[in-house]
């Protein structure tokens, strides 16, 4: 199961802080005039991947 953003299901590139809450660029500017609660994830994007296996090979443990 991919990321997603939770508004319009695009590819994501903001991560609400202290949230799991997903968005797109668009859907981010729209929602929030200040972006500085939204933590970028683009770059991060193979090792939030990464961590999203890891959680899963545990769960099939
Ligand atoms: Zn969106």
């Known amino acids: ?3 997603k953003c939770i508004m319009c299901d695009g ?3 903001f991560l609400i802080k202290g949230t ?3 968005y ?3 859907c981010a500017e729209e929602s929030f005039a200040d972006l500085s609660y939204l933590e970028k994830i683009s770059e991060q994007k193979s090792s939030i ?3 999203d296996e890891l959680i899963e ?3 099939s443990e």
Do not use: A, F
Request: charged share 45%; aromatic share 0%.
């Open 1 to 3: 199961m991919g990321r």
């Open 11 to 13: 590819e994501p590139e």
């Open 20 to 22: 799991n809450d997903l």
């Open 24 to 26: 797109c660029k668009g």
């Open 49 to 51: 991947e990464d961590v």
């Open 57 to 59: 090979q545990k769960l």
